[in-house]
């Protein structure tokens, strides 16, 4: 579970859309389950965001080979 960098809560998914010049943009990212009370101040994070750091979290654990063999 991801949990918010300022207070520790949990992050919720959230996603909206918005319409310029007739062309619909999608967006997808995380919130802090206490901003959303008026608790945190945490800005909400991209979900791409999300991605790249957790992707740097695993490839930081030095996972043995065989142990990675195993899950794929």
């Known amino acids: 579970m ?3 960098a ?3 809560s949990p992050l919720s998914g959230k996603h909206g859309y918005s319409k310029r010049a007739n062309k619909e943009y999608r967006s997808q990212g995380y919130i802090c389950n206490r901003k ?3 608790a945190c101040n945490q800005r909400s994070m991209a979900e791409r965001y ?3 750091q957790f992707i ?5 654990l030095n ?3 065989h142990i990675v ?4």
């Open 50 to 52: 999300i991605e790249t």
């Open 6 to 8: 300022r207070c520790g």
């Open 63 to 65: 996972i043995p080979p």
């Open 36 to 38: 959303v009370v008026g």
């Open 56 to 60: 740097k979290y695993l490839n930081s």
């Open 2 to 4: 991801a949990k918010c």
């Open 69 to 72: 063999d195993d899950v794929t």
